[in-house]
């Protein structure tokens, strides 16, 4: 299923994407995308009964409708740093042992069509097309990679837009240079993990301008989906709705010759990952 909440900033409602692609009304159903839902095996029964039946769920008119998050209620957004092959080599990084972890606040995430603010002052505010994994099931100490894969509920595309001044040259962790406001655009669709058999063959593109920036796979991640929910639940309690940003491939604009291409108020990004729907954000001044 793709699921997704449409409406008003703070007052979306769910709704789904048919096969034909016809936006429905699912608020009659369940109050809303989050947590408790994904948990609820036969509340999301009802949502895939309802989904199988004609005229069970009403159409919804898609023109002028905002987008927004596709999951409402996060708990919390943990981060994965430097984990692509390609985007370790263009930082002149080494390939990480373990897994690097930094979280972004819920309150960063956005619509994926909303508006992304530069930050006062900023001068080097990057792009990052990533994979975001939503937690299903509470996820404590796995074993496996299988295990990891099986506590996810779907899949989304997230843009993990980072300011690299604050991140890497001001002191203390990453945090300062990814959690100012509305630098985590998440969606426009939640798709169940039964439409993604292989989380591991999803290409990532992301364009500046209309000038295409990055084209990559997850197959190039150094810690797979699967182990990384494992890895994670060593060191914290994965809880239905929390989301893991996965990573980004080469060609950020850290990564570029100088002078570096990094966005400014105006820019027009556009992201997408293949199967998990696409996203369009104008930049403007905080």
């Not at 508006?115 to 496996?144: F, M, Q």
């Not at 169940?192 to 593109?205: H, K, M, N, Y």
């Not at 301008?209 to 796979?217: A, I, P, S």
């Not at 699967?226 to 980004?248: A, C, K, Q, W």
Request: charge should be negative; proline fraction near 8%; aromatic fraction near 6%.
């Amino acid at each position: 299923m793709k699921l997704l909440r449409v409406g008003t900033a703070g007052a979306e409602r769910p709704a789904l994407l048919d096969r034909d692609g016809t936006l429905r009304d699912l608020s009659g159903i369940v109050p809303d995308i989050d947590g408790d839902l994904l948990a609820d095996a036969s509340a999301l029964a009802r949502v895939r009964a309802a989904a199988a039946s004609p005229g069970v769920l009403p159409a919804l008119d898609a023109t002028g409708l905002r987008i927004g998050p596709p999951l409402g209620r996060i708990g919390k957004i943990v981060c994965i740093g430097l984990n692509y092959h390609d985007h370790a080599a263009e930082a002149g990084a080494e390939i990480p042992a373990e897994p690097i972890l930094f979280f972004k606040a819920p309150d960063t995430v956005v619509g994926p069509d909303d508006t992304v603010l530069v930050p006062r002052g900023s001068r080097k505010t990057d792009w990052e097309v990533e994979l975001a994994v939503v937690i299903g099931r509470t996820a404590r100490y796995l074993e496996t990679a299988e295990q990891g894969l099986a506590h996810i509920a779907g899949y989304a595309t997230a843009h993990d837009v980072s300011e690299r001044e604050y991140q890497i040259e001001r002191g203390g962790t990453w945090d300062k240079g990814k959690n100012c406001e509305t630098f985590n655009p998440l969606g426009p669709w939640l798709v169940t993990a039964d439409e993604v058999p292989d989380p591991q063959a999803l290409p990532l593109r992301l364009w500046v301008n209309g000038e295409l920036r990055q084209d990559g796979t997850t197959a190039e991640q150094i810690f797979p989906v699967g182990e990384v929910v494992r890895y994670l639940s060593h060191f914290m309690t994965l809880y239905p709705g929390d989301v893991i940003n996965t990573g980004t491939p080469a060609g950020v604009a850290m990564g570029q010759p100088e002078p570096k291409p990094y966005l400014r108020a105006g820019d027009l990004v556009e992201l997408e990952v293949e199967g998990l729907g696409r996203q369009r954000q104008q930049l403007k001044a905080a």
